[in-house]
């Protein structure tokens, strides 16, 4: 080790490039409200994607600014517990100490290769729980003692904006009918209820959230109600939800990630996890926008798994990908994907345009219908957790990705993401009501990704899945683009009756030309499913429907996309 090494500086520096960048986010998250003030959506869809990618670049500076102040032996990763020892006494006393591990871990893989991590050097495990202490509330609370409508009317005192609210009296007995609506009787009785909010509003795409809960002495319901700003008319109240699972949806791992001022993020995920007990702790953190830190979670969920269970991995249930090879821990909610070495010949991409499509997805607005996905290199796992048949198949089909080092293997790049039910197989054991919704849905979601500029590409049924919830969302993403670099096209008409006989197309095709009068018996092998997708989504076989939704885009419209249900009106 050297003379002097400097520990405490370097543990400094980290720390001083953690700061850094929480400080930018605070200001991009801070923007939030006068964007929604002010109805500035594009604005709020470049914030959303500056976000996202703050966190890389800020490491990277970091690193840099490490490796200029400090030389190579100083640096050596044999010296690194003492700086891990001198960043613990550093982040003990902070509101976001747990974030502040995870972009140290950030910094050490940006210096060291990812055969050099130990929890030694690192924290691969949390130094936190045991140090938490109890810290201020940041949540407002409301007894309507009998009084619902004077409850509702301080609450919206409270949470004001520089726009009026468009029709306030109105909303609110709205508000209180659904209220009443929602919850039995006697509840609205009890002399105990309250209502707990969260003090920070929640702002994501074109809309604003309180978030919270409504509680008695015995029971609670989770609680969320939307706000809309209608540009030229106000701000409107939309709903009122207390169904655990459309709360759930509004949390939803196919979103983008809220925009929310968080002073302890430790205290605003646990009060979550309170309402909305089925959502994983790593969902919920990345809900809010430290995906990082919902990373490293979901890492220390997946070691603890394997740990404690027999679990084995096994090849994920499906067709099998062309480009893709998916694997999967039944136990554990999660699959596993893995670029192929070699795709099927009728695939025109490569390694690296998989890597910038998957890559594309993080940073794009997510309107609910394509899955967040986690990126991670050089996972190792024992041996012992691999079923014989998946490890073979992971071997002959990506063998520069996938190797067995002794009793490890190692897998060298992947991406995660939440385990679905293929569409393709919920339907063949799908009940007639339950085919009907779940193509409706279907439908649904390629126009909402549509509205969002995401053209999926490949759009058979094996690329959708079906969530717990029974919503239809997209992840294959090796195909896609932007809607708008898509060129529509009508079939032409055949110039001569050997046109029409032909077995090739009579007209030349460019690489981006899409025809969807294509599309129906490309996606439906099934002559009755064909038929019922007709009657309900029709329009998407044709070319000027597509046109008519790039001409609002490139005009600067966002369309509205609801991540809730709204009464009388046909969303998700």
Known sequence: MPQHWPAADIARLILDGFDDYREHFRQITDGARARFEQALWQETQVASAARINLYEEKVSETVERLRIAFDSDTLDVSCWPLVKNAYISLIDLRFDDELSETWYNSIFCGLFSHDLISDGCMFI????????????????????????????????ADYRFSEEYADLPGDLRRLEAQLRENLPDWVCKDPDLSVELFSSVLYRNKGAYLVGRIYTADEQWPLAIPLLHREGRGIQIDALITDEADVSIIFSFTRSYFMVDVPVPAEFIGFLRRILPGKHIAELYTSI??????????????????????????????????????????????????????????????????????RL???????????????????????????????????????STVSVEGDTVLIRHCWTERRMTPLNLYLENASEAQVREALEDYGLAIKQLAAANIFPGD??????????????????????????????????????????????????????????????????????????????????????????????????????????????????
């Open 459 to 572: 759009m058979l049924l094996k690329n959708f899945g079906v969530t717990r919830h029974g919503r239809v969302v997209f992840y294959d993403y090796d195909e896609i683009c932007f809607l708008t670099e898509a060129n529509f096209r009508h079939i032409p008409a055949p110039r001569t009756p050997e046109d029409e006989m032909a077995s090739e197309p009579w007209y030349s095709i460019g690489p981006l030309d899409v025809f969807p009068e294509e599309f129906p018996p490309f996606l439906f092998a099934d002559a009755g499913q064909r038929r019922l997708f007709d009657q309900l989504h029709g329009e998407l076989y044709n070319a000027d429907y597509w046109k008519s939704l790039q001409e609002a885009i490139r005009a600067g419209k966002v369309i509205d996309v609801f991540p809730y249900r709204r009464k009388g009106l046909d969303n998700e």
């Open 361 to 399: 997805v993080k940073s794009v607005d997510r309107v609910g219908r394509m899955a967040d996905t986690q990126e991670f290199a050089d996972f190792r796992f024992p041996l012992s957790k691999f079923d014989p048949a998946c490890l073979e198949e992971l071997l002959e089909v990506a063998p």
């Open 125 to 156: 495990h949390t130094t936190r729980p045991s140090l938490r202490r109890a810290r201020a509330a940041q949540t407002r609370t409301y007894k309507p003692q009998g009084q619902l409508s004077g409850m509702l009317v301080s609450i919206f």
């Open 289 to 358: 926008g430290f995906y990082k830190h919902g990373k490293s979670e979901f890492y220390r969920a997946l070691i603890n798994h394997l740990a404690n269970t027999d679990d084995q991995f096994i090849m994920a249930p499906g067709v099998r990908g062309m480009v893709m090879t998916v694997f999967t821990l039944p136990g554990f909610n999660t699959v596993f994907k893995i670029i192929k070495d070699r795709f099927s010949p009728s695939k025109n991409v490569d390694r690296a345009t998989v890597i910038e499509k998957y």
